[in-house]
C-alpha cells in the first residue's frame, strides 16, 4: 500500500492551499485517514483525520475554523483544504491511513500506513 500526497507550496499568510491523499497497491481498505505535520525541530503532530464509518472528523485546536479535511472512501483518497493559512503552519504534511480505528486518532502509533508528505511554506 503506497499513499501519495500533493498540493503543497509556498502561499503567503492568509493564503489556501489544498493538499491530496491518494491511496493504491494491493486491495486497501481503511477505517480513517488523517493528515500530521512535522515542523523543523519538532514532533509530528496531528491536524485532522476523517472516519469513515458515519464521517465524523476531528481537528487539533490550532486548525479549527480554518482547516477542513474530506475525502472519499471508494477513492481511497483524502483532502485537506488550508484556508487562512499562518507562518506556524509552515511543515512537512504527512497523509496516513488506518486500518482498524482505535481511538488513539491523535497519536501517530494509531496509523499504519504513511505517505512521503508534502512541504506547505506560508511566508509572513
Known amino acids: 500500500v503506497q499513499l501519495q500526497a500533493s498540493g503543497g507550496g509556498l502561499v503567503q499568510s492568509g493564503g489556501s492551499l489544498r493538499l491530496s491523499c491518494a491511496a493504491s497497491?494491493?486491495?486497501?481498505?481503511?477505517?480513517?485517514m488523517g493528515w500530521f505535520r512535522q515542523a523543523p525541530g519538532k514532533e509530528r503532530e496531528f491536524v485532522a483525520i476523517?472516519?469513515?464509518?458515519?464521517?465524523?472528523?476531528y481537528y487539533v485546536d490550532s486548525v479549527k475554523g480554518r482547516f477542513t479535511i474530506s475525502g472519499d472512501n471508494a477513492k481511497n483518497t483524502v483532502y485537506l483544504q488550508m484556508n487562512s493559512l499562518k507562518p506556524e503552519d509552515t511543515a512537512v504534511y504527512y497523509c496516513?491511513?488506518?486500518?482498524?480505528?482505535?481511538?488513539?486518532?491523535?497519536?501517530?502509533?494509531?496509523?499504519?500506513?504513511w505517505g512521503q508528505g508534502t512541504q506547505v511554506t506560508v511566508s509572513s
Open positions: 496516513a491511513a488506518d486500518r482498524v480505528y482505535r481511538g488513539r486518532y491523535y497519536l501517530t502509533g494509531e496509523y499504519d500506513y
Open positions: 497497491g494491493r486491495t486497501f481498505r481503511s477505517a480513517a
Open positions: 476523517i472516519l469513515w464509518s458515519g464521517g465524523r472528523t
